[in-house]
């Protein structure tokens, strides 16, 4: 089977990975990769928003089979274009058509399927620039913490967490007034503050069955301790200890199982992932958000647990067969550490030469996430550079393989957590 992957992150370098170890995968490409996806398939200069160009190259090359692993082609509709065009049409696509993208793409819209659905979920209001005042005052009378969320994407950077109503309010107007995260702020929702602990959980699912993959818990503030700005993810483990027997019937009964239910109900044929960021609150699941595809740091330890065949598990599902799939977890844990670049989440330098991979434990899988291949060079291209992944009986014995390859990899202005883990 000739595959491509959408996506140029340590997401789509975990799935390549993975389908490259399938003898049903005839050959593999990544739309555009990075120096890490070039070792196991064969990178391609397309864009992920370039929708026809994208169609011309699975048409030339016979591609079987798609997978679109970042949220932006997703929410701009590459399912629906793939669907509208006649040479395209028969394609099979890991990917939601626009309509069910809108769970990520639009956190109003998440709030309000959540409340119909009878979901769990913090209570909450949205507000847009007409209702400036009417939100300034909503903030008043709210509790504190006060949580803020643009609408629409934000690279993962568009929730903020006030600790006074001073900070809100001026959070709520840089957001509207502002435009501070431009399009994605013309509506905010105002959200109550869930004090728990977090995780995130994955379905597959082909819009009639579903299956659930391994539990995660990724770790976004840059600094020890989970303080500092938000990032893209600093670390992540699976499984997940609290999140075991009870907690877990309690997601797929109050959280997955509504969330089908009420895809259908609204006829939105989903297929695809859906990435479910929960709070355990006192042992009961909230939700916070949903994600449209993958995780990333987050696929970097939930796709080396999966034993199964992920062609296969991939290619049921975009044939709507996924009742037929058999899924078999490795039991070890799985733990990642990113190494970032310094400056990291915000301005920081790229082209660094990075040096030691030769010195890699055996045992360490590393996951490129924002590097590229020059003149034979490995060189940073982005502020997420690499996760260095391992497996092990327990998160200790995990975590000290991951930590040996951090000192091992070398860039100048390399930066990571070393507390990852810390709160489990």
């Known amino acids: 089977m000739k595959i491509l992957i959408i996506g140029s992150g340590g997401r789509e370098h975990a799935l390549s990975w993975k389908l490259a170890q399938s ?121 504190l913490p006060v949580v803020l969320k643009a609408d629409g994407l934000a690279a993962g950077k568009g929730v903020i967490i006030a600790e006074t109503h001073q900070k809100a309010k001026a959070t709520l107007r840089e957001m509207l007034e502002d435009k501070k995260f431009g399009q994605a702020s013309t509506k905010v929702v105002i959200e109550q503050y869930l004090q728990g602990i977090e995780l995130s959980v994955f379905v597959l699912t082909d819009g009639k069955d579903y299956v659930i993959l391994p539990e995660a818990k990724d770790y976004k503030r840059i600094g020890e301790g989970d303080t500092g700005l938000n990032t893209g993810g600093m670390g992540a483990i699976s499984p997940v200890p609290f999140a075991q027997g009870d907690f877990l019937a309690k997601v797929e009964s109050q959280v997955v199982l509504p969330t089908l239910e009420g895809l259908k109900s609204q006829n939105i044929d989903f297929v695809g992932f859906i990435f479910i960021g929960l709070m355990n609150v006192e042992g009961n699941p909230y939700v916070i958000e949903y994600n449209v595809r993958m995780g990333d740091p987050e696929a970097e330890v939930v796709i080396p647990r999966i034993k199964s065949d992920l062609v296969e598990l991939l290619d049921l599902t975009a044939q709507k067969r996924l009742s037929e799939a058999t899924l078999e977890i490795d039991e070890r844990t799985a733990t990642t550490v990113m190494l970032v670049s310094g400056g990291y989440p915000e301005n920081y330098e790229k082209g660094k030469e990075m ?64 507390d990852i883990g810390f709160d489990l």
Do not use: W
């Open 23 to 143: 003898p049903l995968c005839k050959k593999l490409y990544v739309a555009s990769g990075n120096a890490g996806t070039a070792q196991v398939a064969e990178n391609v200069p397309l864009d992920g928003e370039d929708f026809e160009g994208l169609g011309n190259f699975v048409v030339a090359n016979g591609i079987e089979l798609v997978i679109v692993g970042p949220e932006v082609p997703l929410v701009a509709g590459i399912a629906d274009y793939f669907a509208e065009k006649e040479e395209l049409k028969s394609v099979k696509l890991i990917a939601p058509k626009k309509a069910g993208a809108m769970l990520e793409g639009s956190k109003d819209f998440a709030k309000e399927f959540m409340n119909q659905a009878g979901i769990p979920t913090a209570s909450s209001k949205t507000f847009t620039q007409e209702t400036l005042n009417e939100g300034l005052e909503y903030i008043q009378n709210h509790a």
């Open 355 to 418: 040096t030691g991979f030769e010195n890699l434990p055996s045992e360490i899988i590393p996951f490129h996430a924002g590097t590229k291949l020059e003149n034979d060079k490995t060189l940073t291209a982005g502020g997420r550079v690499i996760a260095l992944t391992a497996l092990g009986k327990d998160i200790k014995e995990a975590l000290e393989i991951s930590y040996s390859g951090a000192e091992v990899i070398d860039f100048e202005g390399k930066y990571f957590r070393s």
